[in-house]
């Protein structure tokens, strides 16, 4: 009897894969979406509306966004040349974006020549406003406490 057991094994085993395929490509009742009629017409619909309104407004808005992050940075590191990388980040955009690797490496470079002939690595003219601003109000306070110290002397007299 030990002599029929392995035959038997061989062959379920090689029946195995066989029967595992049938049954895997037997029809079984599916349903390509989970709404049907009315309900399936309306998220159509919807989803049309999405595709042709939405979703265009969020590219052009993600385009442009990225397309003006050299310009930002070059602000925020006061490069001297921060008008020459926003018209060139302008000009990518009406280019198709071919211009802007090169806006973002200008972005990030450190302006030597500049630093040559100036003596600074940074816009000045970005410090100055800042200072002339800080300046005017510092001036308006002053005349502030003046008036108040002046209107105090007079209420004790």
Request: positive net charge.
């Amino acid at each position: 009897m030990n002599l029929l057991r392995p035959p038997i094994r061989r062959s379920a085993r090689a029946a195995a894969p066989v029967l595992l395929a049938l049954l895997l490509a037997a029809p079984t009742h599916a349903h390509a979406s989970f709404l049907h009629g009315e309900a399936l017409d309306t998220m159509a619909n919807v989803l049309s509306w999405i595709v042709i309104v939405l979703v265009p407004i969020v590219g052009i808005t993600v385009f442009w966004l990225v397309h003006i992050l050299p310009e930002k940075i070059a602000h925020k590191r006061k490069h001297p040349q921060t008008g020459a990388i926003q018209c060139l980040c302008l000009l990518s955009l009406f280019f198709g974006g071919l211009l802007w690797p090169i806006a973002w490496l200008w972005a990030y470079t450190k302006p030597v020549l500049h630093k040559m002939a100036y003596g600074t690595d940074v816009d000045e003219s970005l410090a100055h406003e800042a200072a002339e601003k800080e300046a005017s109000e510092v001036e308006k306070l002053r005349a502030r406490v003046a008036e108040l110290e002046a209107q105090a002397k007079e209420g004790k007299a």
